[in-house]
Nanobody, 125 residues
Framework: QVQLVESGGGLVQAGGSLRLSCAAS????????MGWFRQAPGKEREFVAA????????YYADSVKGRFTISRDNAKNTGYLQMNSLKPEDTAVYYC??????????????????WGQGTQVTVSS
């Protein structure tokens, strides 16, 4: 079992920054890769970024590449999503997820085994 708790969401103006955190408990943190997804109202959940257990393998959606940075601190059992140059279209509920294939980078939600409850990010124009 893995419990994931996101934090760090909020309201920010366009061009601003936020850093999301995903605190994990339960199974050893370094035994799984992590992903971030988001879901805007009326839209399907979409992939944002993913990172392997070691942090060596990272992948971003084209829509966030160059603006968002995914990272993890295995000693702190925490994953992060640094979001810069935010745009109104980044407004969504952001979710972190754990995939028990630690070296896999999955860009769809099906392979992920556990999900957090989500944190709201709202970017005003």
């Amino acid at each position: 079992q893995v419990q994931l708790v996101e934090s760090g969401g909020g309201l920010v103006q366009a061009g601003g920054s936020l850093r999301l955190s995903c605190a994990a408990s339960g199974r050893i943190f370094s035994s799984y890769s992590m992903g971030w997804f988001r879901q805007a109202p009326g839209k399907e959940r979409e992939f944002v970024a993913a990172i392997s257990w070691s942090g060596v393998n990272i992948y971003y959606a084209d829509s966030v590449k160059g603006r968002f940075t995914i990272s993890r601190d295995n000693a702190k059992n925490t994953g992060y999503l640094q979001m810069n140059s935010l745009k109104p279209e980044d407004t969504a509920v952001y979710y972190c997820a754990a995939d028990f294939r630690p070296s896999r980078i999955a860009t769809t939600d099906t392979p992920y085994d556990y999900w957090g409850q989500g944190t709201q990010v709202t970017v005003s124009s």
